[in-house]
C-alpha cells in the first residue's frame, strides 16, 4: 500500500444498481491503498440526484455511463457523435470548460442489456 494521497479525503456516490455499488468499491479500496479516507453514498437516486451533489460538493466523483451523461446532464437528443474513449474525452473537455468537471477516465465496462 502506497501512501501517495495520504490526507486526502473523498466522498463517492453511486446510482441504485449493483454494477454501481461494484464500481464505486474499486475506485474507494484503489483510493484507500494509496492512504485517501474514502467515504461511500450508495444508493442516491439517478443521474440528475447524483449530478446535483457533485456540482453542490457534497460528493467528489461517481461512476456515469457516457450515453446516459449525454442525454440526461447534456440533454443532447442526437446520437452521441463518438463512443467509449472518444466520448469520455469529448464529455472531458465540455465538462471541464463549462464545469470545471473532469472525467478521470474509462472503464471498458458495457451495460448493454442482452442475452
Given at each position: 500500500a502506497g501512501q501517495a494521497?495520504?490526507?486526502m479525503s473523498v466522498t463517492i456516490g453511486s446510482k441504485a444498481y449493483t454494477e454501481q455499488r461494484i464500481l464505486v468499491e474499486i475506485v474507494a479500496e484503489a483510493l484507500e491503498?494509496?492512504?485517501?479516507?474514502v467515504e461511500r453514498q450508495f444508493n442516491m437516486g439517478g443521474t440528475p440526484e447524483l449530478r446535483e451533489a457533485l456540482l453542490d460538493g457534497n460528493i467528489q466523483m461517481y461512476p456515469e455511463f457516457n450515453a446516459t451523461a449525454w442525454s440526461v446532464i447534456w440533454e443532447e437528443t442526437d446520437e452521441p457523435p463518438a463512443q467509449g474513449t472518444e466520448?469520455?474525452?469529448l464529455l472531458d473537455t465540455r465538462d471541464k470548460?463549462?464545469?470545471g468537471i473532469e472525467w478521470v477516465g474509462f472503464?471498458?465496462?458495457n451495460n448493454t442489456y442482452g442475452f
Open positions: 494521497l495520504s490526507g491503498a494509496q492512504g485517501a479516507v466520448l469520455t474525452k470548460a463549462e464545469n472503464a471498458p465496462f
